[in-house]
């Protein structure tokens, strides 16, 4: 979320936090428009980020992983990758190596094909998760810490100190490198500028070192401590996180309505920032704050399949289990005349901005597949990659885009650290489990028709000389249909069969659920 902070000219940026009992809530707007949205629940673990101290319950040679108990109902995954030492980071340059003075001589690193024995099924590992459960899957984890400070993150194991490429001025990384020179480190132990910390004062890196430097000793006390499988460390809560990670200088306004987190948040920020405190004030308003600043509405848009664009047009997001469907359609907008192919490339632009937009506010990830309208020159098709590109360079989840096919067809995998919004938000409906669709009220019509026809011709079979009456229990949808377009149809049925027919509407009954019962005995023919 702290990249979709950096401030753009002449925008009013405003931190709204909404604090109750059962979950926190956290967004962003800009000229009140919602860009940024978070929630955390009081039942929520908070395990991303979190460090633990597992055990391995089995090892999985065709998965080339392992499996820990971290005390959790569903067993972490560990790749075996992810049990080696971590290679060079390309978004970070690295400017320094603290290297452990007087230390024995390295061994060879190990191998995939060392973890057997190095990490047999019920011995002790110290593992960090990077990805929550998602479905049916558990979190996923590293051996590679990584402790997040304002300025700097610790990086416990590895000895490579840097900085973030996002700090691209030449002069200002230079600053920083001599910066991380002079820090006062233990011997192996790295560590990595964020881009949150350029422009910032020597004091500002070496208060935060003090403070993520406790927290990893408080750390190595429960490794020692601790039996497995224990926590070791959790990440801090929504509101705290937001003081951590978000650039308070770039936000002209923070309001919280808590007494307790208002405090809190002032006492944490004015630590890092004396002058970003006074941007901090308390909601006192009668009217829920997520309702003063029309968020609510905005959250619940978040929830719909289509999504309007501002000129006419239209995206719509479907969530599937394999990937993100978003589709692009003109809508009005190709009523309004004009070159054909400039007006589907401002379409297209439009449309690259909300999709975007709504990227982030959903927290879509994993494969996102998204058809714009078919563009003929390459140029406009180039135009809108890169303007995608560009609005998701600031993306605080690891993307990669490809360019447009031309077929109008953008790929995009996008880092899935947790459960979209409307996982959060929303369950599966009990009407149509989860489907979005129930069958017509044709189809119910057709069926009970088919349905019928077996039941009477299994009574014929009977051959006892009596007279059946059978009464239908349906739903009123499918008994407007019944006395309406296929009444004759029964009628038909009645003098062919020799049956009598009463139906019955039952509003209780499922549109797709219907029973045909004996109207003298009450027995039910299935």
């Known amino acids: 979320m702290l990249a979709v902070f950096q401030k753009e000219k002449g925008s009013y940026r405003e931190l709204i936090i909404n604090s109750e009992p059962l979950e926190k809530r956290v967004a962003l707007l800009v000229d009140g428009r919602l860009e940024k949205f978070e929630i955390e629940r009081e039942s929520d673990n908070r395990m991303v980020g979190g460090i633990y101290k597992g055990r391995i319950k089995n090892l999985d040679p065709g998965l080339k992983a392992a499996f820990v108990d971290i005390g959790y109902t569903k067993n972490a995954f560990l790749h075996y990758w992810d049990m080696l030492p971590a290679a060079a980071d390309s978004s970070v340059e690295v400017v320094r190596v603290n290297k452990r003075k007087n230390a024995p001589e390295r061994p060879a690193e190990p191998t995939v094909k060392d973890i057997p024995n190095l990490y047999p099924p019920g011995s002790e590992i110290v593992i960090q998760v990077t990805k929550g459960p998602i479905g049916t899957k558990g979190p996923r984890t590293t051996t590679n810490l990584s402790i997040p400070g304002r300025y700097l993150i610790l990086t416990p194991f590895s000895d490579g100190c840097g900085i973030s490429r996002k700090i691209e001025d030449p002069a200002e990384r230079k600053r920083l490198k001599g910066l991380i020179n ?241 996982s959060n938000l929303y369950t599966d409906c009990p009407y149509c489990r989860g489907r979005g669709i129930v069958k017509s009220a044709t189809t119910m019509s057709v069926e009970l028709q088919r349905k019928l026809s077996s039941v009477v011709r299994r009574l014929q079979l009977r051959n006892d000389g009596k007279e059946y009456s059978l009464r239908v229990m349906v739903h009123p949808s499918i008994l407007e249909r019944l006395r309406t377009e296929d009444a004759d149809l029964l009628v038909r049925m009645e003098k062919l069969f020799g049956v009598k027919l009463a139906f019955r509407a039952d509003l209780n009954y499922h549109v797709e659920n219907f029973k045909i019962i004996n109207a003298l005995t009450g027995e039910e023919y299935r």
Request: glycine letters at 6%; charged letters at 30%.
């Open 182 to 422: 002079e820090l006062t480190l233990p011997e192996g132990v790295g560590v990595i500028v964020r881009t949150a910390g350029e422009g910032k004062k020597p004091r500002y890196f070496v208060r935060d070192l003090h403070i993520l430097l406790k927290t990893w000793e408080d750390i190595q006390a429960k490794m020692k401590n601790d039996r497995a499988p224990a926590c070791l460390y959790q990440e801090p809560d929504l509101v705290e996180r937001t003081v951590r990670d978000f650039l308070t200088e770039e936000v002209d306004r923070v309001l919280i309505d808590s007494k307790e987190d208002h405090a809190r948040t002032q006492n944490l920020v004015g630590q890092i920032s004396k002058r970003s405190a006074g941007k901090i004030a308390l909601y006192k308003d009668s009217i829920p704050i997520f309702e003063r600043f029309n968020i609510e509405r905005q959250i619940e848009q978040t929830g719909q399949r289509k999504v309007p664009l501002p000129s006419g047009g239209e995206i719509i997001i479907d969530e599937t289990e394999a990937l993100i469907a978003i589709d692009v359609n003109t809508g009005s907008h190709k009523n309004r005349g004009g070159d054909e192919k400039n007006v589907i490339y401002a379409v297209n632009l439009e449309a690259a901005a909300e999709i975007a937009r709504q990227i982030r506010l959903r927290n879509l990830g994993g494969l996102i597949i998204m058809d714009f309208i078919d563009m003929k020159e390459r140029r406009h098709r180039n135009a809108v990659y890169e303007k995608m590109v560009e609005l998701m360079a600031t993306d605080k989840a690891k993307n990669h885009i490809l360019p447009i096919s031309q077929l109008g067809i953008m790929q995009m995998t996008r880092q899935r650290q947790q459960e979209s919004l409307s």
